[in-house]
């Protein structure tokens, strides 16, 4: 889990120079810089919904996520606890949880974090997750210096997600297919056009209920 370890650490490395670097910048610079993220979050979700070749899977996806988010109330919880976590560490003002989901989903969720974990679970050099490191690590600098710490916290799903696929293709031997990575990414897409809108504050959208739907796709995908 070489590649996933220096992942991880590049995000807390760049994130933190964000942080540094955000102090030097008027509250109006920010608050356009906090428009740009917005935009492009957008753009890369539609950019990555579009590779989907079955749209009636990513619907029922979404539909059993949604279902399931509402009854374990997934948002809410999450909206707490970065609520608890900015008192904890007096962050006033600070975007936390806007800034955690988005990074977390916008590192997590690309082709590149998926065939990476692959490529290093077959027994290959992490090529690809070492270069995605270093554009994580200087994505995490913009991010960090406009959203907060909370993309610094985005570092743990990072390595929980790509461990978690790096071990699995080692049990598996490799057998994730292109569709599959195509639907998780366009799922993923998805999730992060709920956050563009969230961002640009068109309307309020529950993202993390939708989470789950990243764990009905594989099944979904694989039996139909």
């Not at 974990?117 to 997750?129: A, D, F, M, V, Y």
């Not at 960090?144 to 790096?166: C, D, N």
Request: with cysteine.
């Amino acid at each position: 889990m070489t590649g996933t370890l220096v992942n991880f650490g590049a995000i807390i490395v760049g994130g933190a120079i964000g942080l540094k670097f955000k102090s030097f910048l008027p509250q109006r610079v920010i608050d356009l810089l906090f428009q740009v993220f917005g935009l492009f979050t957008l753009y890369l979700g539609f950019s990555m919904a579009l590779k989907t070749q079955n749209a009636i899977l990513i619907a029922f996806s979404l539909i059993l996520g949604a279902l399931t988010g509402s009854i374990l109330n997934l948002q809410d919880k999450t909206d707490r606890l970065g609520e608890l976590i900015k008192r904890k560490f007096n962050l006033k003002g600070d975007r936390f949880t806007e800034g955690f989901i988005v990074a977390s989903l916008m590192f997590c969720m690309g082709p590149v974090a998926i065939l990476g974990s692959i490529e290093e679970g077959i027994g290959h050099e992490p090529k690809l997750l070492l270069i995605k490191s270093l554009m994580d690590g200087i994505a995490s600098i913009a991010l960090a210096s406009s959203l907060g710490i909370g993309v610094i916290f985005s570092a743990l799903p990072i390595l929980i997600y790509q461990g978690f696929l790096t071990l699995l293709t080692m049990w598996l031997g490799g057998s994730f297919s292109e569709v599959m990575i195509d639907e998780i990414s366009a799922l993923g897409g998805i999730l992060l056009i709920g956050m563009g809108i969230n961002l640009l504050d068109i309307k309020k959208i529950k993202v993390i209920d939708f989470i789950t739907a990243l764990i009905y796709i594989v099944p979904l995908v694989y039996f139909f």
